[in-house]
């Protein structure tokens, strides 16, 4: 048995578009302590391209070739120093693991350490740090390659978590980005019921392996994802937290597609038009219903909006995502490539900006 408790969350379970002002008020009253440290993460900015590229193959170079490979520069203190400076809290470090290991399962020692170093930026820097396995092909929620996967899960896990067992609670793991059946019609939504099977299996295996790793690993915040990090009502319904009070659900908002995703789609949003914002209210008021309001923190680990020349409505929607984050007390980290100038360390779009951090 660990030391740490889960509080109970007294609040209405019947919630609208919003909490109202008396809920809210109650929760402030009665924070659980995780719910309190999530609080304390945002806003966040996600480190893009840059450990997660992959395509070269495996020992195609030393780390900073591979940090180049997608248009990015290597991860510098200056760099995140920035991000801190500019108000970010927490940096999320999407990093992909297998081209960078050997048949046997073993991670290159220098990837290793570099993933060590660039997190120690973020602690230098003041932020918290989450290092995750990204684009990672080993953790499909097959149900033929389960067993596999979980070898996997523990595996790679076991030797990122002894890696790591030395820093405290301000490195954050978050076990899968995505877990989805590639290339299968059910992938982008709530998959099958035997996907999200796997998925919580997988989980499971996660938190079980980062656990008995020892040192800042017995306490440390984990994060779970639902299948394919989704929003929806059946995806998250399905999803099965361990009993830990340090464990956090992760999810990821692009909605509406339209207008964050679709480079094709609309340029326009609003925060008075039901089409444009209804998707996203609704998603904020779930991740409630469903956990924080038990006292399981949530974190939006992602959400973003790709560039079509309208800073002024990808301003006004990063707005609206922030305000529904403070009013959940649900933390929400920027997915962004360019917002930041790779070389001048300078910002592009300070409305933008503006919106995330103020």
Same mark, same amino acid.
């Given at each position: 048995?660990?030391?740490?408790?889960?509080?109970?969350?007294?609040?209405?379970?019947?919630?609208?578009?919003?909490?109202?002002?008396?809920?809210?008020?109650?929760?402030?009253?009665?924070?659980?302590?995780?719910?309190?440290?999530?609080?304390?993460?945002?806003?966040?900015?996600?480190?893009?391209?840059?450990?997660?590229?992959?395509?070269?193959?495996?020992?195609?170079?030393?780390?900073?070739?591979?940090?180049?490979?997608?248009?990015?520069?290597?991860?510098?203190?200056?760099?995140?120093?920035?991000?801190?400076?500019?108000?970010?809290?927490?940096?999320?470090?999407?990093?992909?693991?297998?081209?960078?290991?050997?048949?046997?399962?073993?991670?290159? %020692? &220098?990837?290793? #350490?570099?993933?060590?170093?660039? /997190?120690?930026? @973020? =602690?230098?820097?003041?932020?918290?740090?989450? $290092?995750?396995?990204?684009?990672?092909?080993?953790?499909?929620?097959?149900?033929?390659?389960?067993?596999?996967?979980?070898?996997?899960?523990?595996?790679?896990?076991?030797?990122?978590?002894?890696?790591?067992?030395?820093?405290?609670?301000?490195?954050?793991?978050?076990?899968?980005?995505?877990?989805?059946?590639?290339?299968?019609?059910?992938?982008?939504?709530?998959?099958?019921?035997?996907?999200?099977?796997?998925?919580?299996?997988?989980?499971?295996?996660?938190?079980?392996?980062?656990?008995?790793?020892?040192?800042?690993?017995?306490?440390?915040?984990?994060?779970? %994802? &639902?299948?394919? #990090?989704?929003?929806?009502?059946? /995806?998250?319904? @399905? =999803?099965?937290?361990?009993?830990?009070?340090? $464990?956090?659900?992760?999810?990821?908002?692009?909605?509406?597609?339209?207008?964050?995703?679709?480079?094709?789609?609309?340029?326009?949003?609003?925060?008075?038009?039901?089409?444009?914002?209804?998707?996203?209210?609704?998603?904020?008021?779930?991740?409630?219903?469903?956990?924080?309001?038990?006292?399981?923190?949530?974190?939006?680990?992602?959400?973003?909006?790709?560039?079509?020349?309208?800073?002024?409505?990808?301003?006004?929607?990063?707005?609206?995502?922030?305000?529904?984050?403070?009013?959940?007390?649900?933390?929400?980290?920027?997915?962004?490539?360019?917002?930041?100038?790779?070389?001048?360390?300078?910002?592009?779009?300070? /409305?933008?900006?503006?919106?995330?951090?103020?």
């Amino acid at each position: 048995m660990r030391s740490k408790q889960r509080k109970t969350v007294w609040v209405p379970l019947a919630l609208a578009a919003l909490l109202t002002a008396a809920a809210l008020g109650w929760l402030l009253l009665r924070i659980p302590e995780g719910v309190s440290f999530a609080m304390d993460m945002g806003p966040g900015w996600n480190l893009a391209n840059t450990l997660d590229a992959h395509g070269l193959g495996r020992g195609a170079g030393d780390t900073a070739t591979y940090e180049r490979y997608w248009g990015s520069e290597p991860a510098s203190q200056a760099q995140i120093d920035a991000i801190a400076q500019a108000g970010f809290r927490t940096l999320r470090l999407p990093v992909t693991w297998f081209e960078h290991m050997d048949a046997q399962g073993r991670i290159d %020692p &220098a990837w290793m #350490a570099r993933v060590r170093t660039v /997190a120690d930026m @973020a =602690l230098a820097a003041g932020m918290r740090a989450i $290092v995750n396995a990204h684009h990672d092909v080993w953790y499909e929620p097959a149900p033929e390659r389960l067993d596999a996967a979980q070898a996997a899960m523990r595996d790679v896990w076991g030797q990122i978590a002894t890696a790591f067992a030395d820093c405290d609670e301000r490195v954050l793991f978050e076990g899968m980005n995505e877990p989805r059946l590639l290339g299968h019609p059910e992938e982008w939504t709530a998959g099958t019921p035997e996907a999200r099977a796997c998925v919580n299996a997988l989980n499971a295996a996660f938190v079980e392996t980062v656990r008995a790793a020892g040192g800042g690993n017995a306490t440390r915040y984990l994060l779970i %994802p &639902a299948y394919a #990090a989704g929003i929806g009502e059946e /995806a998250l319904a @399905a =999803l099965r937290v361990p009993e830990d009070p340090c $464990v956090m659900v992760s999810a990821h908002v692009y909605a509406p597609y339209g207008f964050t995703l679709d480079e094709r789609g609309m340029a326009g949003w609003s925060p008075d038009t039901a089409t444009d914002s209804q998707e996203m209210a609704d998603a904020f008021a779930r991740l409630w219903r469903l956990f924080v309001s038990r006292g399981i923190p949530v974190v939006v680990t992602e959400f973003g909006a790709v560039d079509k020349s309208n800073e002024v409505a990808r301003a006004a929607w990063a707005a609206a995502v922030m305000r529904l984050g403070r009013t959940y007390r649900i933390p929400c980290l920027w997915w962004d490539t360019a917002l930041l100038e790779k070389g001048s360390h300078t910002w592009r779009y300070p /409305a933008l900006l503006r919106a995330l951090v103020r």
